[in-house]
Nanobody
Framework: QVQLVESGGGSVQAGGSLRLSCAAS????????MGWFRQPPGKEREFVAA????????SYSDSVKGRFTISRDNAKNTVYLQMNSLKPEDTAVYYC??????????????????WGQGTQVTVSS
């Protein structure tokens, strides 16, 4: 229903920063909770961060809390993930997700997320 395209990935040195963007088309994002997940090499996809439809509630995995910030600009139909103090273990393909419950709980628990194609983040030591 909604198409998502991630951008902003790349290769950075440990301690550096990147900002990922997720642009939506086909639907406006104001009804959707949004989230970021990642899949490290050889591992399963894991939750990173989520934000509710209004931007008033955010949720983070323990591994990124204090380093990553999720935000959204519904007027631009875009969600962001600011990643600071990057570590080699942050290396993964990062995926954007959208969920119609509009809640951070929903995007982490329901199986009907819309997904982007992913963008590669590589952090070297």
């Amino acid at each position: 229903q909604v198409q998502l395209v991630e951008s902003g990935g790349g290769s950075v040195q440990a301690g550096g920063s990147l900002r990922l963007s997720c642009a939506a088309s086909g639907r406006t994002l104001d009804s959707y909770a949004m989230g970021w997940f990642r899949q490290p090499p050889g591992k399963e996809r894991e939750f990173v961060a989520a934000i509710n439809r209004s931007g008033s509630v955010t949720s983070y995995s323990d591994s990124v809390k204090g380093r990553f910030t999720i935000s959204r600009d519904n007027a631009k139909n875009t969600v962001y993930l600011q990643m600071n103090s990057l570590k080699p273990e942050d290396t993964a393909v990062y995926y954007c997700a959208a969920q119609l419950t509009g809640t951070t709980y929903g995007i982490k628990t329901r199986g009907d997320n819309n997904w982007g194609q992913g963008t590669q983040v590589t952090v070297s030591s």
